[in-house]
């Protein structure tokens, strides 16, 4: 079972910036995807972000604001988010597939991203 563990959320001022970390206790990137969802309060959870080295996919929301990034040394795939707005605020979770599905099979714990002034 891969365990993923997320970090760098927190609160953070609209215009601001944050850097969402998640380590994956195994090595996968050679035959996984990972990425984020996010989930608002009463909202569904909706993709964010996703890389399997080869392509990388943003929700329009996000395009031109965000950026993910891995460290294949590392085992961690990072989102880095720049120009925050209040509606980016929602727990985010970091998840992992294997290239041949296309549901998520593993979850990270989620980490909640504030943009509030």
């Known amino acids: 079972q891969v365990q993923l563990v997320e970090s760098g959320g927190g609160l953070v001022q609209p215009g601001g910036s944050l850097r969402l970390s998640c380590a994956a206790s195994?090595?996968?990137?050679?035959?996984?995807?990972m990425g984020w969802y996010r989930q608002a309060p009463g909202k569904q959870r909706v993709l964010v972000a996703d890389?399997?080295?080869?392509?990388?996919n943003y929700a329009d929301s996000v395009k031109g604001r965000f950026t993910i990034s891995r460290d294949s040394a590392k085992n961690t795939v990072y989102l880095q988010m720049n120009s925050l707005k209040p509606e980016d605020t929602a727990v985010y979770y970091c998840?992992?597939?294997?290239?041949?599905?296309?549901?998520?099979?593993?979850w990270g714990q989620g980490t909640q991203v504030t943009v509030s002034s």
């Open positions: 998840y992992a597939r294997p290239a041949t599905i296309a549901s998520p099979r593993f």
């Open positions: 195994e090595s996968i990137f050679s035959t996984h995807t």
């Open positions: 890389t399997s080295g080869r392509t990388t």
